[in-house]
């Protein structure tokens, strides 16, 4: 049984400390360390803590005795991120890659500094780290949600593993006030016209199959010549950070039409790649995947440098289909299951984009109907009028 602690205070500088014995893992063995601990500022003179800092350690003290995390248990949130929550999110998690950017970029400078254990984070401390990261003004709100988003993951993984007791600290947390989100954009048809007739191969196939199926870039990269049957491209696999895995949703394992434009082309490229009708559609010469990253880099941006046109990136493609294709009347349903979201608002909200000409001529088609009603209301008036 742990023996209780009552805790020793004393005052050093403009603070009061607590003094206290901790068992806690270091790289894998179990030391009893002692812990400091500033519990509050000092407002008095003399050496006499007064009643607030004496309430303040046994609320502290409290919480040492009665903690119901194991000793083997007790390490820091920069040990538990990086040996713990990423090994195991790379492995079940498709944003792995976006959650170990983020703690690459921001998170692990700043809780590295921080220094604090697991067991000891509260919603205040979440909530300080979410403003730092926040001042500087770089991100979106969406982008410190999705910041947000990650430390709830970790602390609901770390209580489900015996690392942490008590409500999820980011539970109560808010996002502080950040810049708008830029706009996204999406390709016109005029636009990938005029790409696709600058662009080298395999280069201008693969953007064809991006602009005219709608397909992620990991999911292009996954393509193989099997999935690729009854005039349909059959999603299977994705290809994320060189590691072939799931599509990223159960809705995103469909097929998708291939229309003949689309057709003809991958029918050249299978003629280039040896009449191939098995393995990746687009490879290397080592019958890997091809990296589409390379591929960009290589191919695409000084293509379209040369030709003064600007790169928005493979899901400007995305978006332009479901743009292009609300354009041309389709029913925003049909669009969703073309681009497999599992809910239409997703469809809506971030992926059809209205262009000028289109609200211009939305808005004609208003006053045309308005003219003929407010006409033929003027009419109906008139004749009243002869009547009486």
């Known amino acids: ?48 803590p007064p009643e607030n ?21 007790v390490v820091s949130v920069v040990h538990f991120v990086e040996r713990v929550f990423l090994p195991t999110a790379e492995k079940r998690l498709r944003s792995y890659r976006n959650y170990q950017g983020e703690w690459d970029r921001r998170l692990r400078r700043l809780l590295s500094r921080e220094r604090m254990n697991m067991k000891d984070v509260r919603c205040v401390h979440v909530q300080s780290w979410l403003e730092e990261i926040g001042r500087d003004g770089e991100l979106s709100k969406s982008s410190l949600k999705g910041i947000k988003s990650m430390l709830s993951g970790v602390f609901k993984e770390a209580k489900r593993l015996g690392y942490y007791d008590g409500v999820n600290p980011v539970q109560d947390t808010r996002v502080p006030d950040a810049r708008e989100p830029e706009e996204t954009y999406a390709y016109s048809l005029e636009e990938i016209t005029t790409i696709l007739g600058q662009l080298p191969e395999p280069a201008a196939t693969i953007f064809a199959v991006a602009a005219f199926s709608g397909l992620r870039r990991s999911e292009i990269e996954g393509l193989r010549w099997e999935d690729y049957s009854d005039g349909d491209l059959h999603v299977t696999q994705s290809i994320v950070m060189g590691k072939v895995t799931r599509p990223k949703s159960r809705a995103s394992r469909s097929a998708v039409p291939v229309i003949k434009p689309l057709a003809d082309r991958l029918e050249m490229h299978r003629l ?18 091809l990296s589409l990253h390379n591929v960009v880099n290589r191919q695409i941006l000084p293509a379209l440098a040369a030709a003064g046109i600007e790169w928005h990136g493979f899901h400007a493609c995305r978006r332009g289909l479901a743009s292009n294709l609300y354009r041309l009347g389709v029913s925003d349903l049909i669009i969703q299951r073309i681009l497999r979201h599992s809910n239409v608002s997703v469809t809506q909200r971030c992926y059809i984009k209205t262009s000028s000409p289109d609200a211009r001529a939305a808005m004609d088609k208003l006053e045309a109907s308005l003219v003929n009603e407010w006409s033929t209301d003027t009419e109906s008036e008139r004749a009243t009028h002869r009547v009486n």
């Not at 800092?53 to 248990?73: P, S």
């Open 1 to 48: 049984m742990k023996r209780r602690q009552n805790g020793c205070i004393l005052a050093h500088g403009d603070h009061w400390y607590l003094k206290f014995y901790e068992d806690r893992n270091v790289e894998g063995v179990i030391t009893r360390r002692r812990v400091c601990k500033q519990i509050a500022e000092k407002t008095t003179r003399g050496k006499t």
């Open 53 to 73: 800092v004496l309430r303040e350690a046994e609320r502290v003290m409290n919480r040492v005795n009665n903690c119901a995390v194991e000793a083997q248990n």
């Open 272 to 289: 280039r790649s040896s009449d191939a009708h098995d393995g990746w559609i687009f490879s290397t010469s080592c019958s890997t995947p």
